[in-house]
C-alpha cells in the first residue's frame, strides 16, 4: 500500500490549504483514513479521521476549521484546512489501517506564518 500526500505549503495566518493523499490500494472504500501532524519536538497527533461508513472524528482544536473528506472512486482523501493558525505548522502525514498495519505517506509540510 502505498499512500502519495500532496497540497502542503506555505501560507498566511486565516488562509487555507487542502491537502490529498492518493492511495494505491483497491480495498480503498472499506479502510480507515486519516490525517496526523507532527510539529518540531512534539509528539505525532491524530488530526482528523474518517471511517468507511463516512462518520468522522476530528481534533478539537481544529473543529470547525478543517474537514476530512474522501472519493471513494479516486482513492483520496482530502483534508481541508481553513483559518490557519501558527499552531497548525507542522508535518502532515496520510495514514491508513489495513488488518491491523498501520500505512504511512511520506508526509507533507505545513506552515502557518503569523
Do not use: H
Not at 71 to 84: H, P
Amino acid at each position: 500500500v502505498q499512500l502519495q500526500a500532496s497540497g502542503g505549503g506555505l501560507v498566511q495566518a486565516g488562509g487555507s490549504l487542502r491537502l490529498s493523499c492518493a492511495a494505491s490500494t483497491t480495498t480503498f472504500s472499506r479502510n480507515v483514513m486519516g490525517w496526523y501532524r507532527q510539529a518540531p519536538g512534539k509528539e505525532r497527533e491524530l488530526v482528523a479521521r474518517i471511517f468507511r461508513s463516512g462518520n468522522t472524528y476530528l481534533l478539537d482544536s481544529v473543529k470547525g476549521r478543517f474537514t476530512i473528506s474522501r472519493d471513494n472512486a479516486k482513492n483520496t482523501v482530502y483534508l481541508q484546512m481553513n483559518s490557519l493558525k501558527p499552531e497548525d505548522t507542522a508535518l502532515y502525514y496520510c495514514n491508513t489501517i489495513i488488518e491491523g498495519r498501520d500505512y504511512w505517506g511520506q508526509g507533507t509540510q505545513v506552515t502557518v506564518s503569523s
